[in-house]
């Protein structure tokens, strides 16, 4: 089970720490990614990171500003968000998955969300 917090209202320019809790100690076997989906959009891919956090990816269009950390003994990952945009405006989804195929939606477990709104 994971379960995303930290979502919320926020300026643009702003930030915003997003966590995804999971439930388990396996939870250090799995890669972790972060997706997002915008209304009417499909979801795409944002950033992952490896089960041991050594080596992480990004979707071009967030690199420099998102940042992907993971705490195994907090069985916790994170996106930190920096110089958000109304175009960021999305539900942000965490999900995991056993191999590294980091982009790729086909992930075993998905959370449930939360929404950041970006205001210009």
């Known amino acids: 089970q994971l379960v995303e917090s930290g979502g919320g209202l926020v300026q643009g320019g702003g930030s915003l720490r997003l966590s995804c809790a999971g439930s388990?100690?396996?939870?250090?076997?799995?890669?972790m990614g972060w997706f997002r989906q915008a209304p009417g959009k499909e979801r795409e891919f944002v950033a992952a990171?490896?089960?041991?956090?050594?080596?992480?990816y990004y979707a071009d269009s967030m690199k420099g500003r998102f940042i992907i950390s993971r705490n195994n003994a907090k069985i916790t990952v994170y996106l930190q968000m920096n110089s958000l945009k109304p175009e960021d405006t999305a539900v942000y989804y965490c999900?995991?998955?056993?191999?590294?195929?980091?982009?790729?939606?086909?992930?075993?477990?998905w959370g449930q969300g939360t929404q950041v709104t970006v205001s210009s």
């Open positions: 990171i490896t089960s041991s956090g050594a080596r992480t």
């Open positions: 388990t100690r396996t939870f250090s076997d799995y890669n």
């Open positions: 999900a995991a998955r056993r191999n590294w195929v980091p982009s790729d939606l086909d992930y075993d477990y």
